[in-house]
Antibody
Framework: EVQLVESGGGLVPPGGSLRLSCSAS????????MTWVRQAPGRGLECLSF????????FYADSVKGRFTISRDNAKNSMYLQLNSLRADDTAVYYC??????????WGQGTMVTVSS | EVVLTQSPATLSLSPGERATLSCRAS??????LAWYQHHPGQAPRLLIY???NRATGIPARFSGGGSGTDFTLTISSLEPEDFALYYC?????????FGGGTKVEIK
C-alpha cells in the first residue's frame, strides 16, 4: 500500500526555521517526482515545490523561493522541505504528494506549521 | 502563472442530485487538468487526471470533461460521502496551480 507520512511540523516564531520530512513506502520512491503543497487556514491549496525523481530538477513557487529548500534521499525513501525565514503567512498544513506525471496521485495526511510569537 | 477560476464557490444540493462544477483557465492547459476531492482534516484524493480519466478506485458517478481553458467535473448522483471540497489543478506549466475550490454542501 502506498503511504506518505509527513513529520516535523510545529510552532515556530517569525524568522525561525523548520525541516519537514516526508517518508514514503509501498512504491519505488526513486522513480517518482515529488511535491510539497500547503493549505493555509481558510484558504485553498498551493503547490510550493517540485523535485524530480533524481533530484536534478527543482522548482519553487515565488512565495517561497529563496526561503524554502526541497531535497530528497532516495536511499532513505524520504523527501524534505527546509523552511527558513518563516513568516506568519506560512502558517498552514503542509502536504507531500507523489507526482505521477499527470497529477498528484497520492498524498500524505499533512503536518501543521504554525508561525507565531 | 496559469490562474484557475472555479465556479460556483458553493453548491448546495441534496443526496441523489447531479452536481456540475466548473474550472476555467486563464490560458490553455490542453488536457493537463486534474480534479481532487478534499475532506477537511484528511489527505486530498485524486479523482480525475488528464481532464477526463478517472483515477484508480474512483466511482463511475464522477466524470470529467473539457480541454483548453474550460473544464467540468460532474457527479451524476450525489452520495453522502461526496459532500466535500473539490479543487481543479493544472500541471501544464510550473507553478502547478490549483483553483480556489468549490464546496459541495448538503442542502
Amino acid at each position: 500500500e502506498v503511504q506518505l507520512v509527513e513529520s516535523g511540523g510545529g510552532l515556530v516564531p517569525p524568522g525561525g526555521s523548520l525541516r519537514l520530512s516526508c517518508s514514503a513506502s509501498g512504491f519505488v520512491f526513486s522513480t517518482y517526482s515529488m511535491t510539497w503543497v500547503r493549505q493555509a487556514p481558510g484558504r485553498g491549496l498551493e503547490c510550493l515545490s517540485f523535485i524530480s525523481s533524481s533530484g536534478g530538477s527543482l522548482f519553487y513557487a515565488d512565495s517561497v523561493k529563496g526561503r524554502f529548500t526541497i531535497s530528497r534521499d532516495n536511499a532513505k525513501n524520504s523527501m524534505y522541505l527546509q523552511l527558513n525565514s518563516l513568516r506568519a503567512d506560512d502558517t498552514a498544513v503542509y502536504y507531500c504528494a507523489r507526482d505521477s506525471g499527470d497529477s498528484f496521485d497520492r498524498w500524505g495526511q499533512g503536518t501543521m506549521v504554525t508561525v507565531s510569537s | 502563472e496559469v490562474v484557475l477560476t472555479q465556479s460556483p464557490a458553493t453548491l448546495s444540493l441534496s443526496p441523489g442530485e447531479r452536481a456540475t462544477l466548473s474550472c476555467r483557465a486563464s490560458q490553455s492547459v490542453g488536457s493537463d487538468l486534474a480534479w481532487y476531492q478534499h475532506h477537511p482534516g484528511q489527505a486530498p484524493r485524486l479523482l480525475i487526471y488528464d481532464a477526463s480519466n478517472r483515477a484508480t478506485g474512483i466511482p463511475a458517478r464522477f466524470s470529467g470533461g473539457g480541454s483548453g481553458t474550460d473544464f467540468t467535473l460532474t457527479i451524476s448522483s450525489l452520495e453522502p460521502e461526496d459532500f466535500a471540497l473539490y479543487y481543479c489543478q493544472q500541471r501544464s506549466n510550473w507553478p502547478f496551480t490549483f483553483g480556489g475550490g468549490t464546496k459541495v454542501e448538503i442542502k
